[in-house]
């Protein structure tokens, strides 16, 4: 059965680290026998300057009819200083709530060929491997009432809402459970129930939850805790599970654990597997049009795709060998390179996963 692909590049970054995965997918249809169709669309900025919107309905109307989605990065200084209504970011947060993409999987893992690279010293690193499951189309990033209001003195106040229903949080603390058993049977369910009503309803949830997976072990930290954990000693984690703000900052946290940000990968997935595919980056301003970003969380999103979306579970794990084995030759773009050591750029990196791939193939 072919399965089509849309291909949102969107901004910044965006377009370099896109072109090496759908160098990496074009090889899989060619070489491997995959059966995809690609298309193209816009997204973010490079939307709303051809239409006038970050999201058109045409790239809508062709990521509801895709079986997958690979995006990018949208946002940048440009757009900054347009209503919130009409930035870069708005099209990723419409199509993840038009798509019903609750269930955002953030994998986290050191490679031991990046031990070096993470901040935190090898030994606390070491043989990291976390998932982040972060609740995706809810929350403060969802929730009514939200604005900037005048109030009668002449002041402004800007409001946003923490919202959770009971089934919104039942249904991302199911999928962290089964994550759980096809790994190592834990879940850290991160709130700030001491405080917030709306995460205190998530623990009582979560609990509830948890006792349909006898076999998976639950508990629960505070998000402040769970933060000076993550850089304390990370490897006690095995799924976190937690909402879409405290998983959006966590993630980033988590991120770093693992060398860089340009590692990390994600699958954003409706309740049949349908899936937005991502590295959880943005669209990095500060190094765009360079040929110098990290496209390997991009491919590495490529696979998760495989995986969740396209029914080739083979090829996601050629892929993640493949980006092994690069590694293993030593190959670094400048943000995984130890300080005075030879980089390369975003397209030769892309070029050695292809090369590995055919190698792998062999
Ligand atoms: P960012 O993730 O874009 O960049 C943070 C830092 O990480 C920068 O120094 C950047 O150079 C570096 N970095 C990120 N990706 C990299 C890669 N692949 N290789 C090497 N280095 C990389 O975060 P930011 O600067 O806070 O945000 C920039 C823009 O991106 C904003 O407009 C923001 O809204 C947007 N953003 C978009 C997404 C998304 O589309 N999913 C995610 C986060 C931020
Ligand atoms: C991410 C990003 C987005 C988020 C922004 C760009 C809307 O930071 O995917 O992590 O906050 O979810
Ligand atoms: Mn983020």
């Not at 969107?10 to 249809?29: H, M, N, S, Y």
């Not at 058109?56 to 209503?83: C, F």
């Not at 969802?142 to 005048?150: D, H, N, V, W």
């Not at 962290?176 to 850290?188: D, G, L, N, S, T």
Request: with cysteine.
């Amino acid at each position: 059965m072919s399965h089509s692909v849309l291909i949102l590049p969107g901004d910044g970054i965006g377009p370099e680290i896109v072109a090496e995965a759908v160098k990496v997918l074009i090889t899989l249809r060619d070489e491997f026998a995959l059966n995809i169709t690609l298309e193209h669309a816009l997204v973010g900025g490079a939307a709303y300057e051809a239409s006038g919107h970050p999201l058109p309905p045409a790239t809508l109307d062709l990521a509801r009819a895709a079986d997958a989605v690979l995006l990018g990065a949208v946002g940048g200084p440009q757009w900054e200083a347009l209503p919130i209504a009409l930035r870069p970011e708005k099209g990723l947060l419409g199509l993840r709530g038009e798509l019903g993409l609750f269930a955002n999987l953030r994998p986290a893992i050191l490679y031991p060929q990046l031990a070096a690279a993470s901040t935190l010293k090898p030994e606390i690193v070491a043989g990291l491997d976390i998932l982040i499951v972060r609740e995706l189309t809810g929350d403060i990033y969802f929730g009514q009432p939200r604005g900037i209001e005048t109030l009668p003195s002449g002041e402004k106040r800007g409001l946003n809402s923490m919202v959770y229903t009971e089934s919104e949080i039942e249904r991302i603390c199911h999928v962290a459970f089964a994550a759980a058993r096809q790994r190592q049977h834990r879940v850290c369910s991160v709130d700030k129930a001491n405080v917030l009503e709306c995460t205190e309803l998530w623990r009582e949830v979560a609990t509830r939850v948890g006792r349909d997976y006898p076999d998976v072990q639950l508990n629960h930290l505070y998000v402040d805790n769970a933060a000076m954990q993550l850089v304390r000693a990370p490897k006690q984690f095995d799924v976190i599970v937690t909402g879409n703000l405290f998983g959006d900052i966590l993630s980033d946290a988590a991120a770093m654990l693992t060398g860089s940000i340009g590692m990390l990968p994600s699958a954003s997935l409706d309740a049949n597997h349908k899936g937005m595919y991502e590295p959880i980056h943005g669209s990095a301003p500060d190094i765009a049009g360079r040929g110098v970003a990290n496209p390997l969380a991009t491919i590495l999103s490529v696979a998760m795709m495989l995986r969740y979306s396209l029914a080739a579970p083979a090829l996601a794990d050629l892929v993640e060998k493949a980006v092994v084995r690069v590694l293993d030759r030593g190959l670094r773009t400048a943000d995984i390179a130890a300080a005075g050591t030879e980089t390369v750029g975003t397209a030769q990196m892309g070029d050695a996963v292809i090369t590995a791939l055919r190698e792998l193939n062999t």
